[in-house]
């Protein structure tokens, strides 16, 4: 059976996937405003366990059409240990459509982008990347562990081996500081990207977490809500993407947007202006907490 090590999370999108940790935790794990992992070492599952939770699940769900190989970065796996599961999993699942991911850029750039290209061949066909920003200093403070730079270069290294890339933003990120070079460089990374989809999250401070202690201590000052709206407004406004999907559905968000730039830019900034304009239209976070 499938023993799953909590707290195990997933996108939006594959809310209907069977889900398979094949890593526990994140092989990172230091950045400022994430509290996911912190309860939860990382570790590499043993790929006989792996091999055998995944022809269990043949035998309990049958027909499945979407895997997500969760936790944190499951591309931090040798290759062969990644072909040997997607092999698995196809031989298991007939039907399988597509196996997405979490990544971060360096897992990607430390592949080549021929094993990237044998992993979209075994139909590894979406991944899942935090961008947070594209300004250098944001990421700095924020410890993410990579550059913009890196991020766009692994986004553009996974495109051309043919898999799909939805890339994050985290609004607020930057503090009332830096709120506008964390805009302007975000959507200028996404510009540079053309990822084939971009989703937008809120941040959250989140007990626990260093950038807590950073707003404690003065280091950080978090935006207000009205001026969440007006930086997302911005991102929008300066982004030049074709064929993306845009997406700000997550549960930390204030304002929901679902189109495809470059066409529904007007909609969308008319929604986000409606907001701006009365703020009682803003969507209301189920939880102060939750990410």
């Not at 805009?183 to 971009?198: G, I, K, T, V, W």
């Not at 969440?228 to 064929?243: F, P, Q, S």
């Amino acid at each position: 059976m499938i023993e799953y090590v909590e707290p195990v999370i997933r996108p939006p999108s594959e809310a209907r996937s069977l889900l398979l940790q094949v890593t526990l935790g994140c092989s990172h794990n230091k950045c400022t405003f994430c509290g996911t992992y912190l309860t939860k070492p990382f570790r590499v599952k043993p790929l006989e366990e792996a091999l055998a939770e995944i022809e269990w699940a043949r035998g309990r769900f049958g027909e499945v059409r979407r895997v997500f190989l969760c936790d944190g970065d499951a591309l931090v796996l040798p290759t062969e240990d990644l072909v040997a599961i997607l092999d698995k999993i196809n031989e298991c699942f007939p039907s399988l459509q597509r196996v997405g991911t979490y990544a971060n850029a360096t897992n990607i750039l430390n592949k080549s982008e021929e094993e990237l290209r044998l992993l979209r061949e075994k139909k590894l066909k979406i991944a899942y990347l935090g961008l947070e920003s594209g300004n250098e200093e944001v990421l700095r403070r924020a410890k993410k562990g990579n550059t913009a730079r890196q991020a766009v270069d692994a986004v553009l290294k996974a495109q051309r081996a043919g898999i799909k890339m939805s890339v994050m933003t985290l609004l607020g990120l930057g503090g009332k500081d830096l709120t506008r070079e964390h805009a302007r460089d975000s959507a200028a990374a996404l510009n540079e990207m053309n990822p084939r989809f971009a989703s937008f999250l809120t941040v959250v401070v989140l007990p626990g977490t260093t950038l807590w202690k950073h707003r404690e201590e003065g280091k950080f000052k978090e935006l207000s809500r009205i001026e969440v709206v007006r930086e997302l407004r911005e991102v929008i406004e300066k982004l030049d993407v074709k064929n993306c999907v845009i997406r700000s559905n997550h549960v930390s968000n204030l304002v929901a947007l679902a189109g495809n730039l470059p066409k529904d830019r007007e909609s969308m900034l008319a929604r986000i202006d409606a907001v701006l304009a009365d703020p009682s239209l803003m969507l209301r976070r189920r939880s102060r907490y939750l990410l």
